[in-house]
């Protein structure tokens, strides 16, 4: 059996002190200095956090445009999470797990954060 997948997570009370907010927002400055500080992040095991509603999982996400029109598209039965399959979603984005663009020992989650944004957009 493959490993669990770990994802990156801050406590959902870091992002209380912040300001919540439902779904996307793009007044992400007002968050990046509470949430990429040292010992903030972490990793945990996927299992443990989807439900779980003290953490928060950080999730880049990509818009693509062109001339006033987005990109969307419906999930299809390949996608990662059988919840999606059939719905329709404006934008790619995943979880961040260690693998993304993290050299050895960096505790720099935002570098991480922005190397899985990376990751997301289309060539």
Do not use: W
């Not at 039965?77 to 934008?91: D, F, P, Q």
Request: net charge neutral.
């Amino acid at each position: 059996m493959p490993p669990e997948e770990q994802v990156l997570v801050i406590e959902r009370k870091v992002l209380e002190k912040v300001g919540m907010f439902q779904g996307l927002t793009f007044d992400v400055d007002n968050y990046l200095g509470e949430i990429f500080v040292q010992g903030v992040p972490r990793f945990m095991p996927r299992s443990q956090v989807e439900e779980n509603p003290a953490y928060k999982q950080l999730i880049p996400y990509v818009l693509m445009s062109y001339q006033d029109k987005y990109l969307s598209y419906i999930r299809g039965r390949r996608a990662g999470e059988a919840r999606l399959v059939g719905n329709r979603s404006i934008g790619i984005g995943g979880h961040i797990n260690p693998t993304d663009d993290m050299p050895l020992f960096n505790t720099d989650f935002y570098e991480t954060y922005l190397g899985s944004v990376r990751r997301n957009q289309p060539y």
